[in-house]
T-cell receptor
């Protein structure tokens, strides 16, 4: 069965610090996709990244970066030089090939960036 | 443009009321979803429509009735709800051309529902 674990329930850092959000997943499939979504207090889930299981290259987008390691089944997310606007709940999610449009969300990590 | 719109933003209803939530997308996506999200929890899938047909019902009580009038619109009809149904209801859409379930889902801003 597929499963996504975000062990960090809540994290607080001071603005401008770097912060890493952990995501560990379980799947028996060789073809799968991993996602990160951001949910600010307004409620909308904002798509950040989608990565397939055959692409282990790290991704960087501005202050955001993602480290995908199949050997440890992890897909961690780092925010560099955090800003108050980064305060949100971040969800990691997993979808397997031929899973009928279902994605499995982790429980989320609530990130507080303190000014 | 990756916009999914939802109306209303907030809804308060009594347990005997009938109301509807509306979701719209103009991205040409062929799969649309309803999720329910309680406070401090991840979204829970309720329904999936693929090519305007209901493909997944996650054993949702019949007081929730989805409808997909066309490929751009998704409704959720509510009737005789309970206070525990109070939650954020999120709509999403995806290309789902392959039906593989691995396409990115784009979410709307949600409707905050309160049942009195």
């Amino acid at each position: 069965a597929q499963k996504v674990t975000q062990a960090q329930t809540e994290i607080s850092v001071v603005e401008k610090e770097d912060v890493t959000l952990d995501c560990v997943y379980e799947t028996r499939d060789t073809t799968y996709y991993l996602f990160w979504y951001k949910q600010p207090p307004s409620g909308e889930l904002v798509f950040l990244i989608r990565r397939n299981s055959f692409d282990e290259q790290n991704e960087i987008s501005g202050r955001y970066s993602w480290n995908f390691q199949k050997s440890t089944s992890s897909f961690n997310f780092t925010i560099t030089a955090s800003q108050v606007v980064d305060s949100a709940v971040y969800f990691c999610a997993l979808s397997e090939w031929n899973r009928d449009d279902k994605i499995i969300f982790g429980k989320g990590t609530r990130l507080h960036i303190l000014p | 443009d990756t916009e999914v719109t939802q109306t209303p933003k907030h809804l308060v209803m009594g347990m005997t009321n009938k109301k509807s939530l509306k979701c719209e997308q103009h991205m040409g996506h062929r799969a649309m979803y309803w999720y329910k999200q309680k406070a401090k929890k991840p979204p829970e899938l309720m329904f999936v429509y693929s090519y305007e047909k209901l493909s997944i019902n996650e054993s949702v009580p019949s007081r929730f009735s989805p409808e997909c009038p066309n490929s751009s619109l998704l409704n959720l009809h509510l009737h005789a709800l309970q206070p525990e149904d109070s939650a954020l209801y999120l709509c999403a859409s995806s290309h789902s051309q392959t039906g593989s379930g691995t396409d990115t889902q784009y979410f709307g801003p949600g409707t905050r529902l309160t049942v009195l």
